[in-house]
């Protein structure tokens, strides 16, 4: 129970300094919610999203799923969207993956993973559709990398072929979408260079 205990006590000290540097920022923070920026990234505990660029609490909305994954069925991640583009009014829309990434590796991997397997089912859909340029990596190093990227601009394409950013595009909302990749070993993001508007034209246009 002991690193349960210190958890409150971290969450004390953080509230503290918090304070320290702006008294009014608690009664602030609980009177509003205005990000501009919707983040979609992985769960891993190495990627948290606020401290990667730099932003406080009440700056970017935020939903996490292994693998940062997209999906037309999930109504966790479809709702987060429609919430940030409808109500909040976002204006980015951050599709973030990370090197490393576990779901990612064990997309290619040759074993069964359980439960798992059924939602990782969608990043083998992105790995057999690019299979082409994958086999050609130096090494499985390279492989998954380059997967991790393929994905993120796949799951960018979902994004803009999802009903609530159509129907916000088509009402002229000024919405912008975003493939970035985050790599673990110096903390540093990688722009994937995917953006797209609905000036952009088809979202297909953009891999």
Same mark, same amino acid.
């Given at each position: 129970?002991?690193?349960?205990? %210190?958890?409150?006590?971290?969450?004390? =000290?953080?509230?503290?300094?918090? #304070?320290?540097?702006?008294?009014?920022?608690?009664?602030?923070?609980?009177?509003?919610?205005?990000?501009?920026? /919707?983040?979609?990234?992985?769960?891993?505990?190495?990627?948290?999203?606020? %401290?990667?660029?730099? =932003? /406080?609490?009440? %700056?970017?909305?935020?939903?996490?799923?292994?693998?940062?994954?997209?999906?037309?069925?999930?109504?966790?991640?479809?709702?987060?969207?429609?919430?940030?583009?409808?109500?909040?009014?976002? %204006?980015?829309?951050?599709?973030?993956?990370?090197?490393?990434?576990?779901?990612?590796?064990?997309?290619?991997?040759?074993?069964?993973?359980? =439960?798992?397997?059924?939602?990782?089912?969608?990043?083998?859909?992105?790995?057999?559709?690019?299979?082409?340029?994958?086999?050609? #990596?130096?090494?499985? #190093?390279?492989? /998954?990398?380059?997967?991790?990227?393929?994905?993120?601009?796949?799951?960018?394409?979902?994004?803009?072929?999802?009903?609530?950013?159509?129907?916000?595009?088509?009402?002229?909302?000024?919405?912008?979408?975003?493939?970035?990749?985050?790599?673990?070993?110096?903390?540093?993001?990688?722009?994937?260079?995917?953006?797209?508007?609905?000036?952009?034209?088809?979202?297909?246009?953009?891999?």
């Amino acid at each position: 129970m002991k690193r349960i205990e %210190e958890l409150f006590d971290n969450n004390r =000290l953080w509230a503290k300094r918090m #304070t320290q540097i702006n008294r009014r920022f608690f009664k602030d923070l609980a009177h509003q919610q205005s990000p501009k920026y /919707l983040w979609i990234g992985c769960a891993d505990s190495r990627v948290p999203a606020n %401290e990667i660029v730099g =932003l /406080l609490p009440g %700056e970017i909305f935020v939903h996490r799923n292994v693998a940062n994954l997209v999906i037309h069925t999930d109504i966790n991640c479809l709702s987060v969207l429609q919430y940030a583009v409808e109500i909040l009014r976002v %204006e980015h829309v951050i599709v973030c993956g990370h090197y490393g990434c576990g779901g990612i590796q064990a997309a290619v991997e040759d074993q069964r993973h359980e =439960l798992i397997d059924n939602w990782l089912r969608h990043v083998r859909d992105v790995h057999q559709r690019h299979h082409n340029q994958l086999r050609k #990596t130096k090494d499985k #190093t390279s492989l /998954l990398r380059l997967l991790c990227e393929l994905n993120v601009k796949e799951q960018v394409l979902n994004v803009a072929n999802t009903t609530t950013v159509q129907d916000a595009w088509r009402g002229g909302q000024k919405l912008y979408l975003h493939g970035w990749v985050y790599d673990i070993h110096d903390g540093l993001l990688k722009d994937l260079r995917v953006t797209i508007d609905k000036d952009k034209g088809p979202a297909k246009k953009a891999l």
